[in-house]
């Protein structure tokens, strides 16, 4: 009987065109599909699920995906064996044996996302690739009034991306947090939810920034919300900035 393995990732996705496996196209799941297989050593195709996807350029503290082996490994000797075998902008963080009834994707009850905001004057050249920039003056308290809008169910078709292959738009946000590192010119958004949309939380980032400058009121939220309208929230915040930091299952 094959024993499936709960994998916890970490990775740069600046290099990477997503997540998901694409021909010709260097991804994080073709990188764990080739490592995998090559570790296995045998002839039946092992096949990576991952927790969901994270689009070109972004990145993650903690993906996790799960896979069986026909062959038993034991949970350290894989994650080191992984590691040896992995490039240098992704790493195993924790390997766990799991039952056969665990899945990556469906097993899921909440992620967990971070988006990072430079606010300096021009682009950090050391930054470019791990942070969204907004060099436009913000008022925190101002996105913090928003940010109770956004909390809860509700129907986000306003805030997801063309191309989305969801069957439903309603998600629940649990919690939505911002903080400011002055010392280092930053704006810090921490979000937590059921699960999140294509592009969603980057565009809702655009949507906060764009209140915290006083393009728009914190009170229109709600009428954002409720026309369902996608090119009313008109802009969407860099990949860079964005980290999927935690799956909760």
Do not use: C, W
């Not at 927790?51 to 903690?62: C, F, I």
């Not at 309603?170 to 947090?177: A, E, G, K, W």
């Amino acid at each position: 009987m094959n024993q499936r393995y709960k994998i916890t990732i970490e990775y740069d996705g600046t290099n990477f065109f997503g997540f998901q496996r694409q021909p010709h196209l260097r991804t994080v799941e073709g990188v764990l599909h080739s490592v995998v297989n090559k570790l296995s050593k045998t002839s039946e195709d092992i096949i990576v699920y991952g927790s969901g996807r994270t689009d070109a350029g972004v990145h993650a503290h903690g993906q996790v995906v799960h896979f069986d082996l026909p062959n038993f490994i034991p949970a350290e000797n894989l994650r080191l064996a992984l590691n040896s075998m992995f490039p240098l902008d992704m790493a195993v963080k924790k390997v766990e044996l799991v039952s056969n009834d665990f899945h990556a994707r469906f097993s899921t009850k909440g992620k967990k996302y971070r988006y990072i905001v430079s606010t300096s004057s021009f682009v950090d050249p050391f930054k470019r690739n791990y942070t969204g920039h907004y060099k436009y003056p913000v008022d925190i308290k101002k996105i913090r009034n928003a940010i109770p809008y956004l909390i809860g169910k509700h129907d986000f078709t306003s805030l997801v991306a063309s191309g989305s292959q969801a069957k439903s738009n309603v998600r629940t946000i649990y919690s939505i947090t911002v903080k400011n590192k002055d010392k280092e010119n930053e704006l810090i958004f921490d979000f937590y939810g059921s699960g999140f949309l294509y592009k969603q939380i980057r565009i809702m980032v655009a949507l906060l920034l764009e209140i915290g400058n006083g393009k728009r009121d914190a009170d229109s939220v709600p009428q954002l919300l409720a026309v369902k309208d996608r090119r009313l929230a008109r802009r969407t915040a860099p990949a860079s900035g964005l980290y999927l930091e935690e799956v909760i299952y």
